[in-house]
């Protein structure tokens, strides 16, 4: 089973100022067969369900706003929030789909100072 | 837009059964290939992945629950549903249907998305 590591576990931002959360994989996401790596992340706000930001790695999902961005390859990757607002608050959590079963990072609860 | 609701159990009795079912609507699951998924959320914890059926019938499961887990379809109802056997206190969480589009081709590249929809979730308790 692949394990993920979020960094750090929680986070406390000013409104507009920039936030990275930081995950690392156990083994390489890569997937040559597509060519993909598959890490996603989601954010869960309080009491709602989780919601899908960044799909493999760096590709925003539908309606997300572009001050979310994703990085990394292989083991390492990042979540990056140019500039946070009160609605960021929640738990970022990220995800591996490349192999069964499908895990998650513990995740990174993200709070406005 | 598609849109998911799961049912609604709330208690189950140790060693018993539960059987919960999702509503899939605004979309068609036979024409949409999509991938249908659930996961669960153990109380204060993080999220963990229960399996998924596509293709109408083909199914993954997480190893750890692979002996109690069965995911099943119902196209002509628009469902797709979730039963667990032999449940314990350790299996109380909120449970939550959720959606995984089909891999698309845009601009010559392959686009394998995420989990994009998710239902409302239910939750479980074993007691």
Same mark, same amino acid.
């Given at each position: 089973?692949?394990?993920?590591?979020?960094?750090?576990?929680?986070? &406390?931002?000013? #409104?507009?100022?920039?936030?990275?959360?930081?995950?690392?994989?156990?083994? %390489? @996401?890569?997937? /040559?067969?597509?060519?993909?790596?598959?890490?996603?992340?989601?954010?869960?706000?309080?009491?709602?369900?989780?919601?899908?930001?960044?799909?493999?790695?760096?590709?925003?999902? &539908?309606?997300? #706003?572009?001050?979310?961005?994703?990085?990394?390859?292989?083991?390492?990757? %990042? @979540?990056?929030? /140019?500039?946070?607002?009160?609605?960021?608050?929640?738990?970022?959590?990220?995800?591996?789909?490349?192999?069964?079963?499908?895990?998650?990072?513990?995740?990174?609860?993200?709070?406005?100072? | 837009?598609?849109?998911?609701?799961?049912?609604?159990?709330?208690?189950?009795?140790?060693?018993?059964?539960?059987?919960?079912?999702?509503?899939?609507?605004?979309?068609?699951?036979?024409?949409?290939?999509?991938?249908?998924?659930?996961?669960?959320?153990?109380?204060?914890?993080?999220?963990?992945?229960?399996?998924?059926?596509?293709?109408?019938?083909?199914?993954?499961?997480?190893?750890?629950?692979?002996?109690?887990?069965?995911?099943?379809?119902?196209?002509?109802?628009?469902?797709?549903?979730?039963?667990?056997?032999?449940?314990?206190?350790?299996?109380?969480?909120?449970?939550?249907?959720?959606?995984?589009?089909?891999?698309?081709?845009?601009?010559?590249?392959?686009?394998?998305?995420?989990?994009?929809?998710?239902?409302?979730?239910?939750?479980?308790?074993?007691?």
């Amino acid at each position: 089973e692949i394990v993920l590591t979020q960094t750090p576990l929680s986070l &406390s931002v000013r #409104p507009g100022e920039a936030a990275s959360i930081s995950c690392r994989s156990s083994q %390489s @996401l890569f997937g /040559s067969d597509e060519g993909n790596t598959y890490l996603d992340w989601y954010l869960q706000r309080p009491g709602q369900s989780p919601q899908l930001l960044i799909y493999t790695v760096s590709y925003r999902a &539908s309606g997300v #706003p572009d001050r979310f961005s994703g990085e990394g390859s292989g083991t390492d990757f %990042s @979540l990056k929030i /140019s500039r946070v607002e009160a609605e960021d608050v929640g738990i970022y959590y990220c995800m591996q789909r490349m192999n069964f079963p499908w895990t998650f990072g513990p995740g990174t609860r993200v709070d406005i100072k | 837009q598609v849109r998911l609701k799961e049912s609604k159990t709330g208690l189950v009795r140790p060693s018993q059964t539960l059987s919960l079912t999702c509503t899939v609507s605004g979309g068609s699951m036979t024409s949409s290939r999509s991938y249908w998924i659930w996961f669960r959320q153990l109380p204060g914890k993080g999220l963990e992945w229960i399996g998924y059926i596509y293709d109408m019938g083909i199914t993954y499961y997480n190893p750890s629950l692979k002996s109690r887990v069965t995911i099943s379809s119902d196209t002509s109802q628009n469902q797709f549903s979730l039963e667990m056997k032999a449940m314990t206190a350790a299996d109380t969480a909120v449970y939550y249907c959720a959606r995984k589009p089909p891999i698309s081709l845009v601009r010559g590249s392959i686009r394998n998305h995420g989990v994009d929809v998710w239902g409302q979730g239910t939750t479980v308790t074993v007691s």
